[in-house]
């Protein structure tokens, strides 16, 4: 199964991309996870420039979700919302439908960035995307800092992102099963 990871967070050293760095290493066999590099260089949207000819880096968006099998994302929260870059990101595909009936599943960095996962589960809903409930985890990384090897040092941590990947291979499996 290949997954696309996605941080909400534009930051070098952020750790929302620590956490799906982690999630990399800790994915059970057969779930291979990728981390969308892309974020910081999709145009702002705009419905005029989105036509049958979408500019190089919305087509590399779109082609990256769809030979996904699931989606993983990990967001920081901005004044009680979404980060603008991901918003966009999103927002390129509200039309064309990347998001519909595919797996999410959400790691939450940060236990007090309830209202930006509320917003976020709002938005992906609305695109038709399946969040898979039990395989969103919290990972309270907040005032810690940890690099990725920090994170897979800690046993707690790392325990949380294994189950939850766990569980959304079994999502996604379930999901594939229902369209076979």
Request: overall charge negative.
């Amino acid at each position: 199964m290949r997954i696309l990871a996605i941080s909400g967070s534009l930051r070098a050293d952020s750790s929302n991309t620590a956490a799906l760095q982690a999630a990399a290493w800790l994915a059970p066999p057969g779930l291979e996870i990728i981390l969308y590099d892309g974020l910081s260089g999709l145009p702002h949207f705009n419905p005029d420039l989105d036509g049958e000819d979408a500019l190089a880096p919305v087509a590399d968006w779109r082609a990256q979700l769809r030979a996904a099998d699931g989606v993983l994302i990990s967001s920081p929260e901005y004044a009680h919302g979404v980060p603008g870059s991901l918003k966009n990101a999103l927002d390129w595909v509200v039309g064309t439908g990347e998001f519909a009936g595919k797996p999410v599943a959400l790691i939450n960095t940060s236990p007090r960035a309830f209202h930006a996962q509320a917003s976020l589960r709002e938005t992906l809903t609305t695109m038709s995307a399946q969040v898979a409930a039990d395989a969103c985890v919290e990972v309270p990384l907040l005032g810690k800092k940890p690099d990725v090897s920090g994170i897979l040092a800690n046993e707690e941590i790392a325990g949380v992102i294994r189950s939850g990947l766990v569980q959304f291979a079994a999502a996604i499996a379930k999901e594939e099963a229902w369209h076979a």
